[in-house]
């Protein structure tokens, strides 16, 4: 499975809803996305990703958590488990 096709199946987790077909999520969502808490994702994520403030509103763009995806994906041989 490529790394692509690996992210679109986590898009799919329950609670967010067909984040292939929105632009941005909320920070929360980005969070599961990435099957991780709203914390480690600040202290892990969001420093290193773009994002869009409106007031007190902060959207993460899809896009932005893809390409953070394959920039910290490592592959250590053939087995991924």
């Known amino acids: 499975m490529s790394r692509q096709a690996a992210f679109e199946s986590v898009a799919h987790t329950k609670d967010v809803s067909a984040p292939r077909s929105r632009l941005a999520v909320r ?9 991780m808490s ?22 993460v763009p899809v896009a ?3 390409k953070w995806t ?12």
Do not use: K, M, P
């Not at 969502?29 to 099957?35: I, M, V």
């Not at 202290?43 to 990703?49: C, F, K, M, P």
């Not at 394959?70 to 488990?81: I, K, L, Q």
């Open 27 to 35: 920070l929360d969502e980005a969070a599961q996305l990435l099957s």
């Open 38 to 59: 709203v914390d480690s994702f600040d202290r892990h994520v969001r420093s290193e990703i773009a994002t869009i403030r409106r007031g007190t509103l902060v959207l």
């Open 64 to 66: 932005e958590l893809a």
């Open 70 to 81: 394959e920039r910290n994906a490592v592959c250590v041989g053939s087995d991924w488990s």
